[in-house]
């Protein structure tokens, strides 16, 4: 065992003395030598060096690696004859750096995010970082992206450039230094006191191939996806992927495969440190809104999806759904007592369902007053009466499930108020989500009161 001390190099430290001890043993660790200790005339007469296998540092020398770690041990002695002792090992030895990714697993769009204590601010810093990258072509875009979003301070003024390749980037900092409007950028200003809401869809935004491009990019991505998918028995993936349109828009697949991808999302977005302090869900989106926030367990969240997409699947064909450039209130006066109000998805954007015949009548009427009228491509009426004869079996399943307690407040779009636990918890509330109107606009206006969503958010959502 060798022996040094610190104190022969900088005298007695007062309270610094441990810690310059620990500075010393962590650098010889690290550069597997043992330094000296200086001024070291005779070693003291009261020890007997003889004995043991103690000895002193009067010279340096090179630290081998013998059969396990290196290990230092550092003493602070204190007035009063105290002793503060730490053992310092050696760190393992860092693995080799995983190779590079295939230039197919970089996203095919990168953000360059800039940021500034003022909007003047901006523009200066897009012209030094375009400098940066006219002078260094081989700097990646991929690291370069990652640095900006990581090692910078997030001021109060931001802005985030959407490109594919470095000269797409070139151009996009030279129209924000020349205040020229860039496509696909967005400025925003912080707001502490603002409070984040995410959103998740309902049945309609099934396309195939969703979710690929981002399950080979990130793996926190892939996991998630994974385990969703393996909690259903569904053939999804060759679905999801696959060059089969029409299967996807099948109730049993769709309804199943956009809770895979949202769940997917949100743990992506999650892993960045992004956590909502509001959550909403459209119809079968809330499922997944249920589920991250802890009400139901990954299980019974597909459990719930699974059967809702194949009992909905299993009823006749026939209904129809258009969504219509009207108020509530007119839509309700000319409702049959097989058509309903799906969803209210905003002040004069609603969706009406029920049989074909009394639907398309709707249609007609608002579209000879000029009002833009969709049919949507469904193959049920969702939300309407036709959904009766599945309730019940539905209802069945939704008994089986356990119910938590969500762990971030969830505005449903069902009532279009904050929904409680107890309310999340009733079976014959998910089965009110089968056949009753969706009222995802007064959902959107009470997270808008909230300060959850900007007011320029809920016009996007009105359009």
Avoid at 76 to 89: K, M, Q, R, Y
Avoid at 270 to 282: C, F, N, R, T
Avoid at 326 to 336: H, P, V
């Amino acid at each position: 065992m060798w022996l040094g001390s610190v104190k022969s190099n900088i005298g007695h430290a007062q309270a610094a003395a441990g810690v310059s001890g620990v500075i010393k043993a962590v650098m010889a660790l690290h550069h597997a030598y043992l330094p000296k200790t200086l001024h070291v005339d005779e070693p003291s007469p009261h020890v007997d060096w003889s004995a043991g296998a103690v000895r002193l540092l009067t010279e340096g020398r090179p630290w081998p690696q013998g059969n396990g770690p290196r290990r230092a041990a550092v003493s602070s002695f204190g007035l009063s004859g105290t002793n503060a002792h730490v053992i310092l090992e050696q760190a393992p030895t860092p693995q080799a750096a995983p190779e590079e990714k295939a230039a197919g697993a970089v996203p095919p769009v990168l953000p360059l995010v800039l940021t500034a204590k003022s909007a003047q601010r901006l523009p200066a810093q897009a012209q030094r970082l375009r400098a940066r990258l006219e002078a260094d072509p081989e700097l990646r875009l991929l690291d370069v992206a990652a640095s900006l979003m990581t090692s910078r301070a997030a001021l109060d003024h931001r802005v985030a450039l959407t490109a594919a390749d470095r000269d797409e980037v070139l151009r996009a900092l030279l129209a924000l230094e020349q205040g020229t409007p860039w496509p696909g950028s967005a400025t925003a200003r912080d707001r502490s006191d603002s409070l984040t809401a995410f959103l998740f869809t309902g049945q309609g935004a099934q396309r195939p191939g969703m979710g690929r491009e981002l399950y080979e990019a990130f793996p926190v991505f892939a996991e998630a996806l994974d385990a969703v998918l393996d909690e259903l028995d569904l053939p999804l993936r060759e679905v999801m992927w696959g060059d089969d349109e029409l299967a996807l828009r099948r109730t049993e697949f769709a309804q199943p495969a956009l809770i895979a991808v949202e769940v997917a999302l949100y743990r992506l977005v999650e892993s960045w440190g992004i956590v909502p302090d509001w959550l909403a869900g459209h119809s079968i989106g809330e499922i997944a809104a249920a589920h991250v926030s802890g009400v139901l367990s990954l299980t019974d969240a597909a459990r719930l999806v699974a059967a809702r997409g194949r009992l909905m699947q299993a009823l006749p064909e026939g209904g129809a759904m258009v969504a219509v450039q009207a108020t509530e209130e007119e839509i309700r006066s000319l409702l049959t007592a097989e058509t309903g109000v799906a969803a209210v998805n905003g002040p004069t954007a609603v969706v009406v369902s029920g049989t074909e015949a009394d639907v398309l009548g709707i249609k007609e009427h608002f579209a000879g007053l000029g009002r833009r009228t969709t049919r949507l491509r469904v193959s049920h009426a969702f939300h309407s009466p036709l959904m009766e004869p599945m309730l019940d079996d539905f209802r069945a399943v939704a008994r089986e499930l356990r119910y938590g307690k969500p762990s971030i407040p969830i505005t449903s779009a069902l009532t279009g108020a904050p929904v409680t636990g107890e309310e999340l918890a009733d079976p014959e509330y998910w089965v009110r989500h089968v056949r009753e109107c969706v009222r995802f606009a007064d959902a959107v206006q009470a997270l808008d009161s909230a300060g959850s969503v900007r007011s320029s958010s809920w016009a996007r959502t009105r359009r």
